[in-house]
């Protein structure tokens, strides 16, 4: 699942939570969804501050061969 999709679909998830109406079981398996999709959300955000921080760590490395 994408971040993008993992992010709309937490926004619902936590949508419906506030909305309440829900019985005590829904609201369960909301939350774990939720739970479930942030998570997901965490993953991608450290994946791609991993790949910055590699990018910026070779951009200066290369930097310092030229210079």
Do not use: P
Not at 4 to 23: D, H, P
């Amino acid at each position: 699942m994408s971040y993008e999709a993992a992010r709309e679909e937490l926004v619902e998830v936590v949508r419906k939570l506030e909305a309440g109406g829900t019985t005590l079981e829904e609201s369960l398996a909301l939350w774990e969804r939720g739970e479930s999709l942030a998570t997901t959300c965490q993953s991608w955000l450290e994946g791609a501050r991993e790949r910055l921080t590699k990018a910026q760590e070779a951009s200066e490395e290369k930097s310092k061969k030229t210079n």
